[in-house]
């Protein structure tokens, strides 16, 4: 197994160690995600169901025998377990690489703490070299893309990729992000924006950094 993938499931397996009792969890999306579901399937007695953050998890958990949840039922999450595309040491984050940035956002702010599992590539000094991620109504393509223009991005356009909620992807590069949390808000104010993959106003409570060697847990 290549290291990036053992430092992904090492963190996937540290996640495991913040599993509830009888409880609904919350379950992003991706690769690192996906060795943290494999793990989840022999300990599927301890959970009462997972709320899904994507069809592709959904279909995931169910394949490990694990009930689904609708989040409407579920009521405040205990713990949300996602991965990322870049972590800061301050534990705000990249994520939508995977596309399912929308529902994360909503699981994680649904979420009482959220755990983020992430091989050491993922770690980073300033967000912004990962293409981030805006999931837009597709009428307001090219009037989202040109504020962003204008805000001193560079989109592109996801060609052939609809979102779980019917929707685009631009892929935002060249963005110098200083202060995240305010790109976050100046972003979603954009009208057409559903969301962004800034994950800084609500960042991960507990980042768990996997590596060949082990395992780093900020906190
Ligand atoms: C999906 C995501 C993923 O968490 C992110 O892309 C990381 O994926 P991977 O674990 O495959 O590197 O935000 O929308």
């Given amino acids: 197994m290549a290291d990036q993938d053992i430092g992904k499931r090492r963190a996937a397996e540290a996640a495991l160690e913040f599993l509830p009792q009888d409880e609904v969890i919350g379950v992003g999306t991706g690769s690192t995600v996906n060795f943290f579901i494999d793990c ?13 953050s994507s069809v592709a998890t959904a279909e995931r958990l169910q394949a490990q025998g694990i009930d689904l949840v609708d989040l409407n039922d579920a009521g405040t999450l205990s713990v949300y377990i996602d991965g990322a595309d870049e972590a800061t040491a301050h534990r705000q984050l990249i994520k939508g690489g995977g596309g399912a940035l929308t529902r994360e956002k909503i699981i994680a702010a649904a979420s009482r703490q959220f755990v983020c599992i992430a091989d050491e590539s ?17 009428m307001a393509r090219s009037y989202v893309a040109r504020e962003i223009v204008a805000l001193g991005g560079r989109p592109v356009y996801r060609h052939g990729f609809v979102t779980d909620n019917g929707n685009i992807i631009l892929d935002v590069h060249g963005l110098d992000i200083v202060e995240p949390i305010k790109l976050e808000q100046t972003l979603n104010n954009i009208a057409g924006v559903v969301s962004n993959g800034l ?4 960042g991960a409570d507990v980042l768990l950094i996997g590596s060949a060697t082990g395992v780093q847990r900020i906190a």
């Fill in 199 to 202: 994950f800084a106003a609500r």
């Fill in 40 to 52: 989840l399937g022999a300990l599927r007695q301890r959970i009462k169901g997972a709320v899904a």
């Fill in 122 to 138: 993922k770690r980073v000094g300033r967000l912004g070299a990962f293409p981030l991620p805006v999931e837009v109504i597709p």
